[in-house]
């Protein structure tokens, strides 16, 4: 049988698809923007007659139509490995819960997974088949081999807008390893703005980042403001040669690129090629990467692997976090109890970049916030706020970096530390942060 006429056989309805769901089961839906859109549909149709669902995916930029009725969480569990805004409301719905993970172990995970909770059924978005009878991931490589791989039944979504993301290994599905076929209503790819414009605050840190980065270094960028708003730096620089091994594709990579400043020409491994794991964020971004033989898309395993962030000379990795203490501790993913995103690769590069030859990893922030009511707050810290989740350890940051300045708290001892991150806060809470830093047995005073 050829793939056409494969393809033919294996094609039904979304409501014929999800038939095979059952009361019970885990489902995956994905990831990203390659999150199923009619299959979604077709699937809320079935509510009411459906309990205990459990399903896997992260960072959701819509919400799902399995979430519109009230009592949604009577029925549906969305269990996330990263959480977007979306999630979060649904978190305050009691209908969402994050599954804490480092990302580069997520294909892994799945590999290994007790039986018990494997996915019954896994459904998510492709581009159109190949004549090689391939469906592509887009840009969400990440680790849905081995959602595939690990799925009793696997049903795919073919959108004619998704982009076609090249690799080598691992962004890809072949129709014999696919059980359903649905055809969807080809949607716009669901986008990622950057936050807005950069703000002073934010082009004040990228500043001084971008002093820090020398010509054929390879970038990681995070998403946020100030990650972006050092890659419109980078994009506006005399820097050049540079390279791509990231965990997101971002927008900012774009403008670098269509700057003249990446080639990758200076890279360990993967030499021309932009690695990434997953990509969110405007149609130009998606056209971008699409058929593009400059992108390597490729999985998660691979593309926040120590080993191989490591292995890349000059590796600089660029991050945001909500708040910090003097000891060093980064939060990168709560505000107290309350949960924001995940844990992402962030340790995973500030790991990697620091046993890099000539490698860095910035953790940056704002060093204030305003409150809801207008009060103005410091995001350093005593001691992070109760309940705030440590994301990098106070042994693994490398440097520190607000508007304020930037500092190398790696090998510092405490009062050292406390000296250095004090000396980035914001002048106003400086004085209460040495006071706390006495109490604490970390300030020697020697800087005042």
Known sequence: MGYSEEYQKK??????????????????????????????????????????????????????????QEDAGDHFTWNSWHMSGIERKLISRGCAYYAPIR??????????????????????????????????????????????????????????NMPRCLGGTENNVHISDVDFIVEGENPAILELGGGGPATDVDKAVAELIVKEIPDGACLQLGIGGMPNAVG????????????????????????????????????????????????????????????????????????????????????????NAVDLDLFGQVNSESAGTKHISGAGGQLDFVL?????????????????????????KSRILPTLNPGSIVTDTRANTHYLVTEYGIVNVKGLSTWQKAEAIISIAHPDFRDELIAQAEKMNIWRRSNK
């Open 103 to 160: 990302y580069s172990e997520l294909p892994r995970y799945y590999r290994d997974m007790p039986s018990g909770i494997r996915n019954a059924v896994a459904m998510f978005q492709v581009a159109p088949m190949d004549n090689h009878g391939f469906f592509n991931f887009g840009p969400n490589a990440s680790h849905l081999a081995a959602v595939v791989e690990t799925s009793a039944t696997v049903i795919v979504e073919v959108n004619k």
């Open 11 to 68: 094609l039904v309805s979304a409501d014929e698809a999800v038939k095979c769901i059952h009361s019970g089961d885990w489902v995956d839906y994905g990831w990203c923007n390659g999150t199923p859109d009619v299959l979604d549909q077709a699937l809320a149709k079935r509510t009411d007659e459906l309990t205990d669902i459990n399903l896997r995916g992260g960072i959701l930029l819509k919400q799902p139509a399995i979430f519109e």
């Open 232 to 319: 419109s730096l980078i994009a506006q620089s005399d820097l050049k040669d540079l390279g791509v091994h990231t965990e997101m594709y971002v927008d900012a990579f774009v403008d670098i690129a269509k700057a003249g400043k990446i080639n990758g020409s200076k890279k360990n491994i993967d030499r021309y090629r932009q690695a990434f794991a997953f990509g969110a964020g405007t149609k130009k971004m998606y056209d971008y990467l699409d058929e593009n033989p400059e992108i390597l898309s490729a999985p998660v395993s691979y593309t926040n692997d120590i080993r191989a962030i490591s292995s890349l000379d000059n590796f600089m990795s660029i991050n």
């Open 352 to 376: 990697g970049a620091y046993l890099s030859n000539g490698g860095k990893s910035f953790i940056c922030c704002s060093s204030t916030y305003k409150t809801r009511d207008g009060q103005v």
